[in-house]
């Protein structure tokens, strides 16, 4: 079946400009995260969603950084005035049962480039 | 603190050589849950092994087995007889149950190279 994709797989965007990264999880998937990866580090957690409730947004850097998930399935990252540093990998992985052992789901990831 | 730790940034292995990678944690949960995943160079993370902070016994899946020492808090990935598709990034991660099960905590990775 299907796997987490992900739109658009590169963005390049001027410093200052907004940007929307999409997510479409695995369907029926209740739990959706997103990540973001720095070069050469590991993922770091933004946000999580069960179905369309944002239920922790405390790795969100900054009030720039907004993500929602309306329906409950397709999810949107937007970033608001860019910043270099925002230059990164954004993961968005989504898994069904919400408990210790269950596996997430990993999407390609977007590269966001900011110049 | 840290909560993952690989202290190996990148690792050398022949082809069918067994290669064993490093992860240390960081936890005060009693319930908490180690995993693996491989990041090959497309960007996709992909889902190796688990492991449960209860189960007695160390996890295998194929190639794949987990070295868990609890009271040392280490997590440590087997791959046994490597093979050219292995070279990849490889991250620990963990998730603990005093974030309700959610969030995965990554370590920084450490870079596989198989050579023939």
């Known amino acids: 079946g299907a796997g987490v994709s992900q739109s658009p797989r590169y963005k390049v965007a001027k410093r200052g400009q907004d940007v929307a990264l999409r997510c479409d999880p695995i369907s029926g998937h209740v739990s959706l995260f997103w990540y973001q990866q720095a070069l050469g580090q590991g993922p770091e957690f933004l946000t999580y969603f069960q179905n369309e409730a944002q239920l922790d947004k405390s790795g969100l850097p900054s009030d720039r950084f907004f993500a929602e998930r309306p329906e409950g399935s397709v999810s949107t990252l937007k970033i608001q005035r860019t910043q270099q540093e925002d230059s990164a990998v954004y993961l968005c992985?989504?898994?069904?049962?919400?408990?210790?052992?269950?596996?997430?789901?990993f999407g390609p990831g977007t590269r966001l480039t900011v110049t | 603190a840290q909560k993952i730790t690989q202290t190996q940034p990148g690792m050398f292995v022949q082809e069918k050589e067994a290669v064993t990678l490093d992860c240390t944690y960081d936890?005060?949960?009693?319930?908490?849950?180690l995993f693996w995943y491989k990041q090959p160079s497309s960007g996709e993370m992909i889902f190796l092994i688990y492991q449960g902070s209860y189960d007695e016994q160390n996890a295998t899946e194929g190639r794949y087995s987990l070295n868990f020492q609890k009271a040392r808090k280490s997590a440590n990935l087997v791959i046994s007889a490597s093979q050219l598709g292995d070279s990849a990034m490889y991250f620990c991660?963990?998730?603990?149950?005093?974030?309700?099960?959610?969030?995965?905590?990554f370590g920084t990775g450490t870079r596989l190279l198989v050579s023939p």
């Open positions: 992985a989504s898994s069904f049962p919400v408990t210790l052992s269950a596996e997430q789901y």
């Open positions: 991660a963990m998730r603990e149950s005093n974030t309700g099960f959610q969030k995965l905590v």
């Open positions: 936890t005060s949960d009693q319930s908490y849950g």
